[in-house]
């Protein structure tokens, strides 16, 4: 049993920051890609930033998070990161962390969320204009 635990949601003012934390105790860091996605009201669940097991942070191709968002790790702490800066009311959602062993390999490409392996339940961010 693997549990990824998120933390850091929260209710902020647009122009605001978060950080997001993702941890698991369970899985040895350094040897998975780590991934962030969201759930924002009406739309498919959608890939926001991963890291490999490199430390090599790689973003989805999405203008609406781009330059706003930074996704980092702790393999000390066993820590994911994502600081999220000049947040936006469309931010708001459900945010997941997911990880998925790949020691040496790329992520999964974007839109193959299926290809995760461990799931997070979520941290709710509201971003209130």
């Known amino acids: 049993q693997v549990d990824l635990v998120e933390s850091g949601g929260d209710s902020v003012q647009a122009g605001g920051s978060l950080r997001l934390s993702c941890a698991a105790s369970?899985?040895?860091?350094?040897?998975?890609?780590l991934g962030w996605f969201r759930q924002t009201p009406g739309k498919e669940r959608e890939g926001v930033a991963a890291?490999?097991?490199?430390?090599?942070?790689?973003?989805a191709n999405s203008d609406s998070v781009k330059g706003r968002f930074t996704v980092s790790k702790d393999n000390t702490k066993q820590i994911l990161y994502l600081q999220m800066d000049s947040l936006k009311p469309e931010d708001t959602g459900i945010y997941y962390c997911?990880?998925?062993?790949?020691?040496?390999?790329?992520?999964?490409?974007?839109?193959?969320?299926?290809?995760?392996?461990?799931w997070g339940q979520g941290t709710q961010v509201n971003v209130s204009s």
């Open positions: 997911a990880a998925d062993r790949r020691y040496g390999g790329n992520c999964p490409p974007w839109g193959r969320d299926d290809a995760y392996k461990y």
């Open positions: 890291i490999d097991s490199a430390g090599n942070p790689l973003y």
């Open positions: 369970e899985l040895t860091w350094r040897w998975y890609c």
